[in-house]
């Protein structure tokens, strides 16, 4: 939170190692692209404004429109009456409360005892892994247990299997009466599967708003719901989502960073085979936040058809490394491996908790330097040592500079990233609200499992099994 008095921290997009001044023509892109890019990107811009005033983006009114008076009021009791959280829900219905967990939270907030932690312990099931769910049933008492299953179709596999688990455990041992106490979800607010199981069994409910995606579904009752039962700040989220609105209501590509950023990894991709970008987070407390981007810009941009209909098959592919660890795996690929990446580094200037290194071993120089230094001096000497060896490998490189983590500016992340992801895929020129590829497995998983309306799927499925030779050694 801000201080009183003072001017909320701002995060910062520094894009100089993307420039050809920087590695090189043959892999930056030069001052004089970017102002041949700049009209489009003013475009693309304006496009984005006259979708959002027609209500067509509602995800970048969210800061506005959500009721986190409602939120609360549910939240703030629940988060003292239960000891566990268990959020039922896959991808955008799981990723953006693990990565807000994972910021806001210690990360050993599960291992607190109940006074020190004054939050339930958290569990996101976001997988049909029999053997997690399973365990994870084993350490929790329902009696003590809230459930938020997250699905707007109420048709999702993963999740509604998962949904008819807890539902059952909670009948098998507590009794029906108890299921509306230790279940709570969050859905479309008038149709899908879900939504009448709701008004069945009574349960208290959150709506998914109309028009939002998954994906980007995080500053909504999807994310915000169980982030305020976590007690996490979700007014902060909110209005650091607000400020970095309004820096992204410029068309100017030297004043919006989300459009510097989206115009910057369209031309690395498609001009200079850039086509993976490596999110590397010199924070652990940030290391989720490249899980929850992966899938916002994989499932945003990677798409086979144009607007026109094209076979274009377009996205760069989003890849996740954490700093300092992955200097000791993935690092010497970046550097010398194929020229195909960019990396965009999230640093903190401030950490939130100081650890000097102690003094020790005076005769040995290769130890005795780090004594006196913080640990946070230590990661942010890495993250500035990979950003040069980077720069000198001629790999294309940018860093989003987090002041400190706090609500408000990881609201902030999260708003660029995403509106960065719009401007994007209107500079490929495609639909980055769909995801047919996904569309595709799902319906095959419906027709595998037996769900009326998909046997011809299934038929089709048999016949093509029947038709290979599987080579198995």
Known sequence: MAKKGKS???????????????????NGI?????????????????????????????FMDLPYTMDLEEIRKFAAPASKKYENLVVLGIGGSALGMIAL??????????????????????????????????NMLDVIDPAKTLFNVISKSGGTAETMSAFLIARNLIVKKLGAKK???HMVATTDVKVGYLRPIVEREGLASFVVPDGVGGRFSVLSAVGLLPAAIMGIDIKGLMDGAAQMDKRCRSGSIYKN?????????????????????????YSNALKDMADWFRQLWAESLGKKYSLEGRVVHTGQTPAKSVGATDQHSQLQLYNEGPSDKTVTMLRVEEFRKKLVIPKGYGDLAGVA??????????????????????TKNR????????????????????????????????????NTFDQPGVEEGKISTYALMGRPGFEDRKKEIQKTEKSIRRKKI
């Open 101 to 134: 967990q994972t910021a806001l939270n210690s990360p050993f907030h599960n291992l607190m005892d109940a006074k020190s932690r004054k939050a339930p312990r958290l569990f996101v099931e976001d997988n049909v892994d029999p053997e997690r769910i399973a």
């Open 369 to 390: 330097y780090l004594g006196g230094h913080e640990m946070g001096e230590l990661l942010n000497a890495e993250q500035s040592a990979t950003e040069m060896a980077l």
């Open 8 to 26: 909320p921290e701002k995060i910062t997009f520094d894009y100089t190692n993307m420039l050809a001044g920087a590695v090189g023509a043959r």
């Open 30 to 58: 030069t001052e004089k692209r970017l102002e041949k890019i700049a009209p489009l990107a003013e475009q693309v811009h304006e496009i984005v404004t006259e979708e959002r005033s027609g209500g067509r983006l509602p």
């Open 395 to 430: 790999c294309p490189n940018c860093t989003i500079n987090l002041p400190s983590i706090t609500p408000e500016t990881v609201g902030q992340l999260i708003y660029m990233l995403e509106v960065q992801t719009a401007y994007a895929g209107l500079f490929y020129g495609i």
């Open 179 to 181: 299921l509306k106490d």
């Open 257 to 281: 960073p989300a459009l510097m950023a989206a115009a910057l990894h369209y031309l690395a991709d498609t001009e200079k085979g850039k086509n993976i970008q490596v999110m590397m987070p």
